[in-house]
């Protein structure tokens, strides 16, 4: 037995130990995911990706009519929902999205409105286990019913905050509706999943000047926490938007009206004018190329953009809109967040799919580089482009040829099957799905051999390369169904259906041509593609209200060794390797875990020598 005396020491440095152990091994592994642990209970019961949610809605028919028929005003009407068999009384409902509800109530065959759900727009406090809200999103402009569920799981694997997403069964009235992918909301319960507070702010960016070129074809999906909701249309045509009210990221000057396409969206109603000013100042030295590790999670946007290039994902900040993104900015660190992932996979501004497959990794946008800073001035950086290439790899050893990527297809496909062979609203048959599956599996092979052709330098990386493929990308969907496009500019003068190819052409007709209007021998182009005199008048429209812009000061910018953390921001994440314990941890734990037992078998001998 051991004297009272010697009790306490060994008792305090052997929690003393303990206590480094467990310091030792958190300092080394950071990044260990710990939200399997820590996730809401929402997580599980809705965004179960092993089953297909029932979801069953229920509203007054009066109601519903009038929601069909307004729904591009996306006024809530308050209604029933029956999750997996749980109740929620008096939530809200609207439709929700921009050029697809469009699209949808311009199209008198159908009513798959996407929608939105609020549990508590009605009653104050309401959530569904902790979710403010969730989107039932259509799966429009996508045969596979897959690209957005892929997309959103493969930035979740780089370590991308991502929103959940599962698909959902639903009925409206006990009528067959059809299959839905469910997609967590990103707002408070997001945030604080994520990051452990909402002690951050969010920006959902959104171009006005886009707007203004569409008139009144279209309206953004954006409602204010302070219960506003901003109706600026967005551009879908594919023409640059120059990032009209900030969302380029483009320094303009302090003044904080400059950046209203960022500011006049912030998810939060707590977010102030010191917090704008946070973001100006981020962009500020962005495009100087100062302090970059200060005011951005730099190895995050790498990351960011390494998936979002391998996806092709131009309905994005990579696009000419520059929008469908958000900014978290936390302690004056900001992050770059995906959203509306729908048109991912080319399925936007790309003419076809030898394109898709050899977009190139280091001009990574469809607008100019030096419209695109957030990107192009960390490219611009030696370090920075070796990590983001090594991303790239990762993604395509990780994910596409381990094989990964075509068990998650396979998956999806014996998961959803039968649900879409009996959508009764479906954009597309059931042959249309069938037929898209190996375009999809396709379509990553071979963008994955592109890529490892451009790393190493067998194929150009800041333009089109020539490595040939068999994609036919109009069998993975496109903008409106069965290869339509957006409303006014679906059809030709005879009624058949302006192609991709078609629209693509005309779009390159305005954006080649120099001053504000169009000329007659462009107009007689036009009309050579098929376009209406209105189609024609509504583009000439477009071209006058159009700008391009955008600036680009090379200066030195800070750098840092592959693998060391940077200043002020997360460090590097494991990037495929979601969570788990690294090598370093493992090191770390071993040391610890050798220490104690040197410690403990001290102890041992020296209580020995003491025991009576």
Request: hydrophobic share 35%.
């Given at each position: 037995m051991i004297k009272e005396?010697?009790?306490?020491p060994i008792a305090i440095i052997s929690m003393t130990l303990c206590l480094f152990l467990v310091?030792?091994?958190?300092i080394a592994n950071p990044n260990t995911d710990t939200q399997e642990i820590q996730q809401p209970e929402y997580i599980d019961k809705v965004f179960n990706k092993e089953k297909v949610n029932e979801i069953d809605i229920t509203v007054n028919e009066k109601d519903w009519k009038d929601l069909l028929e307004n729904a591009i005003e996306k006024e809530y009407i308050m209604g029933d929902i029956t999750i997996n068999g749980e109740k929620f009384s008096s939530v809200g409902i609207r439709a929700k999205g921009n050029s697809s509800?469009?699209?949808?109530?311009?199209?008198?065959?159908?009513?798959?409105y996407s929608l939105k759900i609020d549990f508590h727009e009605y009653v104050k406090g309401q959530t569904y286990h902790g979710l403010e809200k969730i989107a039932l999103n259509n799966c429009i402009s996508d045969a596979t019913y897959m690209k957005e569920y892929i997309s959103y799981e493969m930035f979740s694997k780089m370590g991308i905050a991502t929103p959940a997403c599962s698909y959902s069964h639903i009925k409206i009235n006990g009528k067959e509706w059809?299959?839905?992918?469910?997609v967590e909301v990103m707002e408070e319960s997001?945030?604080?999943r994520y990051?452990?507070?909402?002690?951050?702010?969010?920006y959902k960016p959104e171009s006005t000047e886009a707007g203004e070129n569409m008139g009144p074809m279209l309206k953004k999906d954006g409602e204010r926490k302070d219960g506003k909701e901003n109706r600026n249309p967005s551009n879908n045509m594919g023409m640059s938007s120059s990032g009209k009210g900030g969302t380029n990221l483009v320094y303009n000057g302090d003044d904080l009206s400059n950046y209203s396409g960022i500011f006049d969206n912030a998810v939060f109603n707590t977010t102030n004018k010191k917090d704008n000013k946070q973001i100006v100042e981020m962009i500020k030295n962005l495009n100087e190329g100062t302090n970059l590790e200060k005011y951005l999670d730099v190895d995050e946007v790498l990351r960011y953009f390494a998936v979002n290039t391998f996806l092709v994902n131009l309905d994005s900040y990579a696009g000419s809109l520059k929008h469908n993104y958000y900014l978290y900015e936390k302690d004056g660190i900001s992050q770059i967040l995906p959203w509306d992932l729908n048109l991912s996979f080319a399925g936007y501004e790309v003419r076809d799919g030898q394109s898709a497959v050899n977009f190139p990794i280091d001009k990574p946008v469809s607008d100019t580089m030096e419209n695109s800073p957030l990107i192009s001035k960390l490219l611009e950086v030696d370090e920075y482009k070796e990590i983001y290439h090594k991303y790239l790899k990762e993604i395509v050893t990780e994910y596409i040829e381990s094989g990964?990527?075509?068990?998650t297809i396979n998956n999806i496909d014996n998961l959803i099957g039968d649900y879409v062979k009996n959508d009764p609203t479906a954009f597309y048959t059931y042959e249309e799905y069938r037929n898209s599956i190996p375009v999809l599996l396709q379509l990553g092979k071979d963008r994955a051999g592109s890529i490892i052709k451009q790393l190493k330098g067998e194929e150009p990386s800041t333009s089109y390369g020539t490595v040939n493929t068999t994609v036919d990308l109009s069998l993975l969907g496109s903008m409106g169904g069965h290869g339509g496009e957006m409303q006014g500019n679906r059809e030709d003068g005879n009624g058949n259906m302006l192609s991709r190819e078609t629209m693509d052409q005309a779009m390159e007709i305005i954006k080649d041509a120099e001053g504000n209007e169009l000329t007659e021998d462009q107009k007689v182009k036009l009309k050579e593609l098929g376009l209406t005199s209105s189609q024609i008048e509504e583009m000439a429209n477009m071209k006058n209200r159009m700008s391009f812009g955008g600036n680009n000061k090379n200066n030195e910018q800070k750098q840092f060794k592959p693998g060391e953390n940077m200043e002020g921001g997360r460090p590097p994440n494991n990037g495929f390797k979601q969570g788990g314990i690294n090598k370093e941890s493992l090191i770390v734990l071993a040391i610890s875990i050798a220490i104690l037992l040197i410690v403990l078998i001290f102890l041992s001998k020296f209580k020995r020598r003491k025991t009576f």
């Open positions: 005396k010697y009790k306490t310091i030792g091994y958190i509800l469009k699209m949808v109530a311009s199209d008198d065959t159908t009513d798959r059809g299959l839905y992918l469910a997001f945030i604080e990051f452990g507070s909402t002690d951050g702010n969010l990964e990527y075509e068990a």
